[in-house]
Structures are given as C-alpha cells and as structure tokens.
C-alpha cells in the first residue's frame, strides 16, 4: 500500500507500508518526523520523541556516537531541522510492524549533498531509536 499525501510548501511524501495497523501508526508517526525536515520546522519533535530515545549518530567512529534521553534526541534533530541554508530530499520510505527505514539527501548550504539512510524503531506513538548511517564515498 502507498500513502501519497501533499505536504504545504514541501514536495510529496510517499511512504510505502505494510499492510496492518501497527505499520500503519508507524508511518503516521514518521511522516511528521519527517515534516520537520521538510519544512524547516522543529515544533513536533518533543511530541514524536520518547523519553527513553537513544539516536545512534551518523559518526566517523565505527562504535558510533550516541544521543541519549528525549531532550538530547531533540536537541540534535532541532540543529539539523534549523540549520540555514540546507535541505533534505527523501528518496524513499518504508515502515513495517515498528520499524521504518528513511532514504534521504541531504544538501549543504554550499549546494553539495550526501546520501543517507535512518533506520527507526517506533513504540506507543513515539520515536524510541533511530541509526543514521551515510553513503561513503
């Protein structure tokens, strides 16, 4: 099943979901996840967020760095959502059961890009766990 639905001022957001419930929950929740992205707009982060949230960074270090706790979580997506100058394309979205998987593009303020992929795990309607990970290159 695909969901496409417009976004104001953002291109359209298809995900493809699993067909039952808990997926599609998941995928209402990684939708406006990923709205804030899209829309420069961190305002819904505190309500998406768990408070037990554990985000593994897109990081150098091959044992990854790690945000902690619904406010550090928040924190780190704020700055990447407000950051000037810069923008996300997604590539492609697919939740099932609790799990989702986010392919994105990433432009810098200097109009070069990187390519990405979060793996996300959902649970009573809130973000517990989310790994970035990049395309090297």
């Not at 808990?22 to 939708?31: F, H, L, Q």
């Not at 550090?72 to 000037?84: F, Q």
């Amino acid at each position: 099943m695909n969901i496409h639905e417009s976004v104001a001022n953002t291109p359209q957001q298809a995900i493809e979901i699993y067909p039952d419930e808990r997926s599609k929950d998941t995928a209402e929740v990684i939708k406006r996840f990923n709205n804030v992205f899209l829309r420069h707009d961190p305002s819904e982060l505190k309500d998406l967020v768990a408070e037990n949230c554990i985000i593994e960074k897109i990081a150098s270090d091959p044992e990854g760095d790690r945000c902690v706790g619904r406010d550090a979580c928040v924190a780190l997506w704020e700055g990447i959502a407000t950051a000037p100058g810069t923008h996300f394309d997604l590539e492609g979205v697919f939740a099932a059961g609790d799990r989702a998987t986010i392919r994105w593009r990433y432009w810098n303020g200097e109009g070069r890009f990187v390519r990405g992929v979060n793996l996300m795990r959902v649970s009573s309607g809130r973000i517990v766990e989310a790994m970035g990970y990049i395309k090297g290159g």
